[in-house]
């Protein structure tokens, strides 16, 4: 709420609160105009400080949301052996969600409608503060099935998703176990990084007790489109990053590659995902020593346009059979693009949605820079695996990176009734 | 230069370069329309990814310009001994800088207009980028006067001024070696943390082989304003931060507590400014089950407004004088706002300029969160000193935060005449 609001003693909760936004699915628009837009006239709507999204929908936000700027991501290790204590904790952050995405506090904001003598509910950094494009999603690690002991704890072991496997060791993975895993996950993206802060923040508190955070990553900058609607931005090697994406605008594409369908296995995760999250640590400083023409090869791009080398402009499809007056095609087989691209053997299309951080530096004065990748997809079996093994064996850009954090989550569908959770579909009403 | 000006093989540089901008101190209005103003409507209009600010003047940008939303700002170990490596990195920074706030690539691009066998001049990532308001500051640390060893590699220690003193240990500083210190430090802050990121890269490339990255710090959220223009953001206690700040607006304020005046010594420093930086870290879990009634108590404000605890509303001077029902006055004397009062004895006014930071987590499930804190003034010794003394003595605030890096830099004033250098009243035309 404003300071405003604040002051006259009205909370947003309280007159536009959970039970009477259920009842409307207000469009990201017209919510945005009831919240106070504030970038009007900028070029991505989007992007505007007092855009708004749903929480209800067939499928969770964030994902072909189109991709904000800011992230903050983060992964849990569940606390308790109850069932009852983790189903709890989804409808209490299933709540919080939709308030968080509403541009509201979590619960009360202290003084002027909550108790003097105890905590605020909510952490008050935000106050003030317009919703941001602010989208919340939420995931289940293979921990949630059977813990590292090989334990049931939560009775829902005989339903873990056959695709969401266990990442096999690819060469040249370097996994930090503190960065690694995960038994819940949650992934705040936002336009204003005070927002997607803010919102991790929060839920950590609401879970107290029953779940801790494990690990978490801030990205400051996209390195993906997953709108036609928005341009593409730049990773951190200075190159256009996901040109070849899946797009919201491409139904059949996120039906075939991204959605678990209705003859997927088990049924309750019919509309939802799978995410791999991986923490792709890139040695600028070595990078920044390459010529071009090497940098270029080894994407298989031009660095200015995001042209394929073998000609047109950045959307152009590649041709991976047009020669150059050598012997050689104008795209090296082994080129990064060539590796990840669906005509190689055995890939299919993922919809990525990475962001690019810096977390300081190391003690060599080398910048802790590189690429939070995210990718949902249908089937990690098909979607992730087979491209990361092909690029793994032999991507030359593996000279300049390395991966350092690994995880895989299922993807619940979304809520779509007022008063209902993500999870509902693997837990029941329980 | 945008992708099409890149195809078309023109250079901004080449065109909008060095002597041509140096000629014309262009003002940031005129700038930003120049460059393409994207966010127009904006209620901030430094704000906008267009804006763009003069390199040129009598003080170095990012001190009174407004507090842009994000920072990466980072303290470099000088790794020469020759003076000429540093009057020679001094220049090409200035003229590096000139560049990037223009918007700028440093350098030309690559394929269109450089060799395609070398490393391209600058590492592309902010390439199709705007301005967007970056600011770059630098400054000098006692290091460049004098090493740890006691040598004068520079030929300059007898210029040390004595307002940039060592900071003596304060009660409850756990500092850490790493994340404190620094011979050079840069400042980065704009609009959008991709072109903070990419100054920052871009000027430690160009400092390669003579000063390396010593530490380095993201913010992702201003904390202060220094424009009474904008409005007063919060910490990650939830609290309005700086609301007393001094601001662009006071420019006898500025003169008697920010800038080094011609009164003062050494003459080289007139017109300049000293930065003390602080990285501290919060224990924000253990702050959020406190009651709202001890936090306020704690920082002296109400929360909701920012209101002094003596009633009135933000900006209303608080009155340490009133009275409650019992036998304490409103704002308890060890309060925070208390003990940082300019009224308090010994203190002065300082022109804070501070971050919000979260750098993932501890291994207890921690957000790694606080404040990383800037703040310039005219002289340590009688700025920052006193108040943090009074602080760490009895600011009962100290059970929720910790210091844990800590730097002093002097910085010199701005470079007024095109061609010219930040240092060059040090170092002279050397």
Redesign the interface.
Known sequence: MT?QE??QGLSRRSFLGWAGLGTTAVGAAALGATVGA??????DPTAEAGAAYDFLGTHQSGITTPAQD?L?F?AF?LTTDRVSDVTRLLRDWSRAAQQLMFGSDVGT????S???????E???????LPPSGLTLTFGFGPGLFRDAKGRDRFGVADQRPAALIDLPHFPGDNLDH?RSGGDLCVQACAN???VA?HA??NL??IA?GTA???????G??RTSSTSSSQ?T???????KDGTANIKAEEPIALDDHVWVGRSDQPAWMHGGSYLVARRIRMT??TW??????E??DIIGR?????APLSGGEEFTEPDFAAMGSGPNPLIRKDSHVALAHPSHPGNSRILRRGY?F????D?????E?GLFFLAYQRDIRTGFLPVQQALAASDPMNEYIQHVGSAAFAIPPGVTSPGGWVGESLFGSG
Request: proline share 6%; with cysteine; charged share 25%.
């Open positions: 300071v604040c002051q504030k970038a009007a006239g900028s070029a800011r903050h983060a290790d904001f202290g003084a002027m909550g108790p003097y003598d105890a905590p605020p909510d952490t008050g950094e935000a106050v003030g503190g204003d990084p005070q802060v991790v923040r950590a508190r107290f801790a955070i494990r690990w978490s990553q801030l400051f900058g341009t931005p730049r990773n951190l090697f200075g190159f600028i400083e920044d020593r390459t010529s071009l023409r940098q270029e031009a660095k200015g346009s995001g690019n810096v977390d300081g530096n003690g060599l004065g080398r910048l820079a």
